[in-house]
């Protein structure tokens, strides 16, 4: 359709695409409003499109977002329609500056569709920060673990179509369905919003199934918003927060001289960082950051490992217990 | 303690009393923030305390509430521990103006605590609004339905003690546990937010187990702002909004007179309603609102119906697994 | 520009029309997300875009709206580009959930253009609800008032370029420019919040100049989703809500018999509507609300009535002092 | 009074004591909800008081700042009453997660007080930034500022009183007032958002005048939360940012080795410090966030300092026209 809307060629080539995420769960970005020429404009409170060349939206998105300058980039929105396991839908409907509207069990019957985790995530509870996974994959423990959750879940299906066979209210017949089942939602958020979602959602202590929608996710953004997207990676993804005390510690072996820095010959051993204020876990994290990087990771969507729309709704469709009303 | 904050002695009365919801939830009010006076201060920005009447009190925040005046009310803040069914936890965490914290599944075993319906509340899918439950209990579907969850949830608990029991990652263990399953959080909530909240969830078209928890929740509020909570019974909980098409049906059957309202003699058939500009649904809807009035709800707390903290807390301990890691 | 997002021709028809609002003001549609099939799709979380009748869709948006479902309303978008006085864009800010970036007069020159009130809206304060203005305009005032108001902006107008011109910083030299020096900014918010600043805005309790503006934005979520306005206009701005008290005295003149509405006879003075439990101001607002409505507001936009935003940008620009830094 | 709620001696000392800021205005601590122990109750969704060594609380709160699990410290809630010019309030309300009642002068007579910079902050504009004011004070400029100043609010009080005497609608009489003229609000937020709040507008880059009402707010802060307190200072306000291009450059001059921190010899001019991927601007600011800090501020309270409310009460309404309405 013809627009006089501003319009991102980059992301209108995948408006509508289903991105399949773990077994069958999906992103698609329905819809945007803006690109990085949007969030100068704001910025700029400018009339009209003005001719600007593109490294002065670079420069100025650059500044902006090292300044916590972040009001301009709320002028961009994007839409997305997504389908996810619920433990997954639990963790990320705590990013309350979304707008979304969830499938509703209460309404619909729901499609009996369940998250089964691979063998490679299949992880210990890791001890360092208590709260993941990690380690080599249980394989062994796996294959015993998919087949309990196979009984439970074919116990499940069969009394979620028992009930509803009966005409038990939907809202009480779901309420032993598992957390692997798949919910979908409409979710709408401003790209401010979506920046800190992702720094959050990407990061490596955030659980793995989350993570693999966040990265889809990242790549749909890096179409609408560029400029901003490569901004995000190098100041708040690859860049790291240091502390007044891990400040303290830089200073001591690093001097700011005729306009340069200038490494002071020198080593501070743990007791010495400890002695910046640092507490023994801040040394690790410390040290962590100024340890070689990881490799940056490649957000970029290949076209072509969408599929249409029609194929996920025909999935989830057939999902859905027949009943005949008894 | 001893506090120069504003303090209110019927608040005091049930702070940190744990009230039980459903089988094995509970709703304790553990903090608040201001009354009413509280709301008349802010309206007015007035300094320090004064002594006012509780009649002027009380008049002001009628008229704020009726001509929706809503900022005086964010003034006053509230804030519970809550256990409930993960389904009532989806439900509630919609509402996104309030801050929470619930308790990990990452981090921490969970209980193995499930929620059962009671027979009474074991209900049909409703025909009318087509989302709730309605009709007589179906008792005798409920025996299998129990036995049927029961199953399922022996099952359930089992896995997990055995995933967790082989320390598989608890983000991973926790994905099979059923929406029935409880969880618990802090909510935090201003006034004005918590009014809202209340009235889509004390409402009929709410599901019954959300339901049980806003009643609770009303009793309590009534004993931290009187004024507000009867204010939001007269003019939202017990009020009705009328549209163009319902206000000119009215008209039609009521004159303005001398200062007071006149029947005119008349009647308005459901063609006649329709000719208003009502569809049918709303014809029935109209009728419904000027059919007599069910009674009004009592939502008093009876303070001798809580429990202590520790009772609810050992109980949730008890539930949570017993693991050797192997 | 080609694009595959819902597009609508209406809206597309005055996108980036600067539509004139009070002297000097305006306000434009520059950027919109979606429209009432939208709404729909959210509402049934359903796959890319069926051809369902409008009829549906009407029904569908009506529903939502009469039982408050309003999350599927926060699926459309809208970002205006705006200049009114500071006076205004002090009330206008207080709706929070918008997006907002603001013309910064710590960064750059203030254009020196001032709101000067007309004749007819020169009016004294209003009695009755004690915050508005009313009654005949003061026409003999309003001269002296206007020449009082000219001299004042002639020395603020100086002291600025003074202050400017010594290279003073601009965020000091603006500290005495008055209220009604207009401000700009991009506001974007989406419908379901539109919505709501438009019943607050819209309304006759609300400053005329604001109301200005709120007029012309009706007008302009009118062509981005016609049907959602329409209900807007039946339930909300159009539509009146009614007490406990206010329904306990009609249901004493109008009974539901038959399928139908029948007045009885009788009436209510001023005495037994306030043994309804009304204040005596609620009896008035009571009486109000039955009186004869006034006719319904048109908010339709005349494309013809925009203006180009060069001649906006350009009398913006002019009004910025021309300085030589000493 | 007595309560059973969370109280903090430290914070009891100084509720509803005023502290002066700036020439006429004022910020008070009116109340408050919660401390460190409850940001680490939600955080650990325990019950009750148990009882916890401190350092363990601020292990905690440091360990959750640092790792941005921010939402605990949603659970503490202060509320202030402040006063300040309206250009301050204009630049405060951005700060849209707070509640807010703002005196009203559409309703109440506006205090004609207004806000006189001191010599020494009435500086130019600075050419670095661009958007502040900066070098030595304009001594000279100064007076006839003030003078020029003096007289436009001679004359806008004047017109004020003129208006209001002839009953003019106080929402017109104000427009022409400057937004030097003080106004006052009740400012209620948790405490998440307040450190955002504070490390905004405590920042250099922050308006000299908001800045010294977030410098006694941060005071206030210090005794509700004291160890939120001095995280926020160790991790925000004191800590900085280094992006990816920073950090490559920091890892070219510091090496770990053997748990600890190593600098390696070497020295990166402006072009090797570009070379890492850094604007000119950038290297600047890299330079600046190593060179020797400024020394910490001191945000502590001397509760000796603060004035009775009755005190500021009086003097405001001192400076309400007295009008005989003609």
């Known amino acids: 359709m013809e627009t006089r809307r501003p319009t991102n060629p980059a992301a209108e080539e995948i408006l509508g695409l289903y991105f399949p995420v773990l077994d069958h769960g999906f992103v698609a970005l329905v819809d945007y409003m803006g690109s990085d020429e949007d ?13 600007r060349r593109t490294s002065q939206t670079r420069g100025l998105i650059r500044y902006l977002r090292r300044h916590d300058h ?15 396991p619920i433990f997954v839908a639990r963790q990320w409907i705590r990013h309350r500056t979304a707008n979304v509207n969830e499938y509703s069990g209460r309404y619909s019957l729901l499609p009996l569709v369940y998250y089964r985790p691979e063998a490679e995530q299949f992880q210990a509870q890791t001890p360092s920060n208590r709260q993941g996974r990690g380690g080599d994959p249980l394989t062994e423990l796996h294959a015993e673990a998919i087949e309990r959750w196979e009984q439970a879940r074919r116990q499940s299906s069969e009394n979620y179509e028992w009930l ?33 979602f992702l720094r959050l959602r990407v990061d490596a202590h955030s659980q793995y199934e989350i993570r693999a929608f966040a990265r889809v996710m990242a790549g749909m953004l890096q179409r609408v918003a560029p400029l901003s997207f490569e901004a995000w990676v190098d100041y708040a993804l690859a860049g790291k927060p240091f502390s007044r005390g891990e400040l303290a510690a830089l200073r001591k072996l690093v001097a700011v001289s005729d306009g340069g820095l200038e490494a002071r010959a020198g080593r501070l051993d743990r007791a010495a960082l400890e002695g910046c204020g640092l507490m023994p876990r801040e040394v690790d994290e410390l040290l962590e950051k100024l340890a070689p990087p990881p490799p940056l990771e490649d957000f970029a969507l290949d076209p072509a490992a969408a599929r249409p729309a029609e194929e996920f709704a025909r999935r989830m469709e057939e999902a859905v217990p027949r009943v005949d009303r008894r």
């Open 39 to 51: 969030v100068e404009r704001a910025a700029r409170v400018s009339y009209g499109y003005g001719t």
């Open 70 to 84: 972040t009001t301009p980039s709320e002028m961009v929105e994007l839409k997305f329609h997504c389908a996810m």
């Open 164 to 196: 509803v066979g009966h005409d038990v209210a939907r809202e009480l017949a779901r309420i032993d369905l598992p957390l692997s089942v798949y919910t979908q939602w409409y979710w709408k958020i401003d790209l401010h919003n979506l920046l800190h």
